[in-house]
């Protein structure tokens, strides 16, 4: 694999984020989203570029609550798997939750071993959030948010998937 460079995620790179999405949400590993999705998030991705300019991966950081945050859409094409590109864009956005203050970090993933080499741990069934937190989350429209309450809605739409976690120290 040729040089990667990280980058955060410019509104030119939304259709090679779908082209990089596509394959992975056949296959269910990833929701589909709809384009003006990825555009009105734009700000919560990075990507990898390898030299000749061609995106390899991509991954965003969604902030859901003072000091909670979720790794989504976390992706890289066929060729940049196993080079270690998902590894480097998670470290990317795990240091950018660091700088926004944020001190855990959620992923929903069936890719189990490498989040928990990267330092995630399975969620506990019922992770312990003020009532009045969790009545503040209750009120969110965003599926991530049901899907880290685990709400029985969302419950069909994940089955299979796995709830992880990662402490983070927070910057300032």
């Known amino acids: 694999m040729t040089e990667i460079h990280i980058r955060p995620a410019r509104t030119s790179d939304v259709h090679g984020i779908k082209e990089l999405v596509a394959p992975m949400a056949a296959e269910r590993i990833l929701i589909t989203k709809d384009t003006v999705t990825y555009y009105e998030n734009i700000q919560e991705f990075v990507v990898a570029q390898d030299a000749e300019g061609t995106l390899v991966g991509c991954g965003a950081l969604h902030v ?4 909670l945050a979720e790794v989504r859409t976390l992706a890289t094409s066929p060729a940049a798997r196993g080079h270690g590109v998902g590894g480097r864009m998670l470290e990317e ?6 700088r926004l ?3 855990r970090v959620f992923c929903l993933t069936f890719e189990v071993p490498f989040f928990a080499a990267h330092g995630f741990e399975v969620m506990a069934n019922q992770e312990t959030i ?3 937190v969790f009545t503040e989350l209750l009120r969110s429209h965003d599926e991530g948010v049901a899907e880290y309450l685990d709400l029985a809605r969302v419950k069909p739409n ?3 998937n796995t709830r992880m976690i990662r402490s ?3 910057e300032g």
């Open 168 to 170: 983070v120290t927070p």
């Open 93 to 98: 956005l795990l240091a950018r939750a660091s």
């Open 101 to 103: 203050g944020v001190s």
């Open 158 to 160: 994940t089955l299979g």
């Open 130 to 132: 003020p009532p009045e």
């Open 64 to 67: 859901m609550w003072e000091d």
